[in-house]
């Protein structure tokens, strides 16, 4: 820090923490996905005079934004559905990818002045890849059919890297001039894909061997902060995707960490990572509404502005029309090789699932920031040709795809008669019945080895859960209902629990106790009410 005061750095990350915090409250309040309501937020306050300009630095948003959101969407992501839906995702991830730049390159070529097929295909690869979260926020909360939203989180997790993979040589071929072959292509994304995912697996195991030999929860937490980065820039280092690096050790960790986490580390690293994966994505949804003055100004003196969104409305339409034409196809081809070769008897979803699919190719921060990263000369130092223009098509689409598709995505659902009412989990309570009649059966062995004289306290746990597995039976079947002496005994120990929090804020109030041993009851209390409910832990 240079002198005293707040520098302006400081400055506009409160205003961002302060955005995020009341765009988040506002978009909760009229149920709109917080993603939508943070860019509609930023869009208006970039309009507000006196608001500080704010720039996107795309090595912020690749090397301090973008690891840990995709590690912690890998972590929740279950790694038995992702491998049973791989093809479809990858029809997703790299057929689409592809479809999509070559079709998103031919519309630039034919549409704006200037553009040859080379900056047709850097504009098609910058849009290609697609950002899932607003639309998988909508689908969990509306009831979209589960495999649709696996399908959509896991296509939301490959197809970054396939996207700047075709950046990467798009860009190439504007700066250097230089056309890539068919061999150096193939090895290079074997190399993308191949190195990416050993590195993660290498920094996953070794974090693996580390965390079995610790249980300290802030030392944990720390450390779990620090894995998305570490496999994120080991990637990097080595010429592989980061992305995927990242990926595999969610996927590697999240998997096996129940072997190395105790209870009150997964209680508190989910509370920190909650509120952590929040923060990041709102920040990261402010900001690009935020960046609207910085684009304008690149195009509305040479272009003019009326003109140039135009071009970017009828671009982001022709982008949703591809995405659209590629998935019934797609679909087809996909199930097929899942139906012959894998062995999966799944059959092509309907017509009205695959358009929900295809209406869900919103853009994201990852488009913005490839953008604004691309270099600004091409290799004799004359300056990147029509790159104002990109940056401002690329904007366009990413508003246009969160906003207009992400508004409209709950009445289209509703409309195909696609939403659901939640109900119970039949997987998840058939597993607690399953972990409940376990415990049973060994509360019955270790009674027969074990002496007379504890018998009642068999009894009682054996009472305890047998009282348990009613519940959840009854939970099954709406006739039964819940055991009525179940329900009472809830309703008093959480009664209880409240009579002890009021109790040990009148002691802090009193100063009998420090506000360090009211945080300790109030926890102890919590844990106690966490395991009443189930336990669950979102």
């Avoid at 506009?12 to 509609?40: D, H, N, S």
């Avoid at 580390?210 to 720390?222: H, K, V, Y």
């Amino acid at each position: 820090m240079s002198g005293p005061g707040v520098q302006p750095v400081e400055l506009i990350v409160l205003l961002l923490l302060v955005f995020v915090a009341v765009f988040g409250a506002f978009a909760r309040r009229f149920q709109m996905p917080y993603p939508i309501g943070l860019v509609i937020g930023g869009l208006l306050l970039s309009v507000v005079p006196g608001i500080p300009r704010v720039s996107l630095d795309p090595e912020v948003v690749f090397f301090v934004l973008l690891p840990p959101l995709i590690y912690a969407a890998a972590w929740v992501t279950s790694w038995r559905d992702f491998s049973y839906n791989l093809v479809s995702i990858l029809s997703l991830a790299f057929g689409l990818v592809a479809f999509t730049v070559v079709g998103a390159a031919a519309v630039a070529y034919a549409v704006f002045p200037g553009f040859d097929w080379r900056l047709g295909a850097v504009l098609g690869a910058l849009v290609a890849p697609t950002d899932a979260l607003a639309a998988t926020s909508i689908a969990r909360r509306i009831g979209l059919p589960r495999r649709i939203v696996d399908i959509l989180e896991g296509e939301s997790l490959v197809n970054d890297a396939t996207g700047l993979l075709a950046l990467e040589f798009a860009t190439a071929m504007v700066v250097f001039g230089e056309t890539p072959g068919i061999g150096s292509a193939a090895l290079r994304l074997l190399w993308l894909m191949v190195g990416g995912l050993a590195i993660g697996l290498i920094v996953g195991r070794a974090v693996e061997w580390l965390e079995l030999r610790m249980d300290d929860p802030p030392i944990e937490i720390t450390i779990s902060i620090l894995v998305p980065y570490a496999a994120y820039f080991a990637a990097d280092k080595a010429r592989a995707s980061g992305i995927l690096a990242v990926v595999a050790a969610g996927l590697y960790l999240s998997r096996r960490s129940t072997g190395f986490f105790s209870s009150r580390v997964r209680i508190q690293l989910y509370s920190v990572w909650n509120a952590l994966t929040f923060v990041l994505n709102g920040v990261v949804f402010v900001l690009i509404g935020l960046q609207l003055p910085n684009v304008i100004s690149g195009v509305s003196g040479r272009y003019g502005l009326p003109r140039a969104i135009a071009w970017s409305v009828s671009f982001a339409a022709a982008v949703v029309l591809l995405r659209l034409i590629w998935v019934f196809p797609g679909a087809r081809l996909a199930y097929f090789i899942r139906r012959r070769v894998l062995h999966q008897h799944e059959t092509v979803p309907g017509w009205r699932n695959l358009f929900v699919v295809g209406w869900t190719g919103m853009r994201g921060v990852v488009a913005l920031a490839a953008a604004l990263a691309l270099p600004r000369a091409v290799s004799d130092g004359t300056p990147f040709p029509r790159r104002d223009l990109i940056v401002f098509v690329t904007f366009g689409v990413i508003v246009m795809t969160l906003v207009a598709q992400g508004l409209t995505l709950p009445a289209l659902i509703r409309t195909l008669g696609l939403a659901a009412a939640r109900g119970p989990d039949c997987e998840e309570l058939e597993a607690r019945q399953i972990v409940l009649k376990a415990a049973l059966a060994h509360l019955e062995d270790a009674r027969r080895k074990d002496s007379p004289e504890v018998a009642g306290i068999y009894d009682d746990l054996a009472q305890h859960y047998r009282e348990r597995l009613d519940a959840l039976e009854g939970q099954v079947n709406d006739e039964r209902g819940a055991p009525p002496r179940k329900e009472r005994y809830d309703e008093l120990t959480r009664e209880l629990l409240q009579v002890e929090r009021d109790a040990a804020v009148r002691l802090r109030n009193d100063a009998r106790i420090s506000d360090e041993v009211l945080r300790q009851l109030e926890h102890d209390v919590d844990l106690r009410e966490a395991r009443l409910t189930g336990g669950v832990l979102e």
